[in-house]
């Protein structure tokens, strides 16, 4: 097996290739932050950081969204590229149970239980999608797809099923409510926690704001 570090560097720039050139807001500068992100907690809570490093750089390759709502694409992905690195096979299996487990599918679907790295690399990429970041990445994501900004006349959903999550088709305001208002109270470490509160906040400010605006304010 290669050394870590060579592990991490080799899936660092494998990624960036894959994703360079991604326009929905999960291109490789957030598989960037999520990675940096993921090493301060997993330093914080004491988890094992091989794992997290690489879940996190992998975690959006095969991203269910992208593949019609299949969430076995990103495991076998991340598993043909470190089985391709020789890496052992309870790193290959940890990972990949990661990847597969740590998505968002609609505020009422239940959340797979997940290992502490687990844990881990869903704070880090939760949490990229809330503050200013989460902010940009909705419109970014909104564009992509072609949604409303807003329409007040649609109201948000709590989704059952991951199926009706995907194929919502909801605005971009709307998203903030089905999803990233909730992601702060669903943070799973002390660590997560604690970065996520002021960018919960900075979220409420501005939808504050935007009401405003919209109404001429």
Known sequence: MMEPNELIERTADHVRACLSDEGSGHDWWHSYRVW????????????????????????????WKAHGGDATVGPAVSRR??????????????????VGGISFKGAGVEQPPLSLEGQVVQDADRLDAIGAIGIA??????????QLIHDPHR????????????SSGGTSINHFYEKLLLLRDRMN????????DQR????????????EEWEGG
């Open 81 to 98: 590229w470190l089985e391709s690195l020789g890496a052992e096979s309870p790193i290959v299996d940890h990972v990949c149970q990661i």
């Open 36 to 63: 940096r992100t993921a090493k301060r907690i997993a330093k914080a809570e004491g988890a094992d950081s091989l794992v997290v490093e690489l879940a996190a750089l992998l975690h959006d390759l095969g991203d």
């Open 137 to 146: 990445r909705v419109f970014a994501y909104g564009g992509a797809k072609g």
């Open 200 to 211: 919960h906040q900075f979220m409420e400010q501005f939808l504050r704001r935007f009401h």
């Open 189 to 196: 470490t002390s660590a997560g926690r604690a970065l996520a």
């Open 155 to 166: 109201q948000p959903i709590e989704h059952r099923t991951a199926e009706a999550y995907l």
